[in-house]
């Protein structure tokens, strides 16, 4: 697929291209040269919740965990 670079030094990325690529308005490349070809990459927005995982030190289980943050349920001893 061919495209044009206009006066401003913009292209215009093929519709096909786009909706293949999942390109929305707002969607953010990164460009590099690469052995003179120039490269663009869709930049994938961080996950923030990746972030925290494992920031929690957990008991062993999720019972141990229910446990801790409730109590004893109803009929079971106090520990």
Known sequence: MKTTVSEK??????KRLRDRLGLRPGTV??????GGRLVGRK???ADH???LI?????PASVDG???ETRGPGP?????
């Open 9 to 14: 030094g913009q292209i215009t990325i093929p």
């Open 29 to 34: 490349l990164d460009f590099e040269e690469s």
């Open 43 to 45: 930049l994938v927005p």
């Open 49 to 51: 919740l990746d972030e």
């Open 54 to 58: 494992g920031i929690l030190a957990l």
């Open 65 to 67: 965990f229910v446990r």
């Open 75 to 79: 009929g079971e001893p106090d520990r």
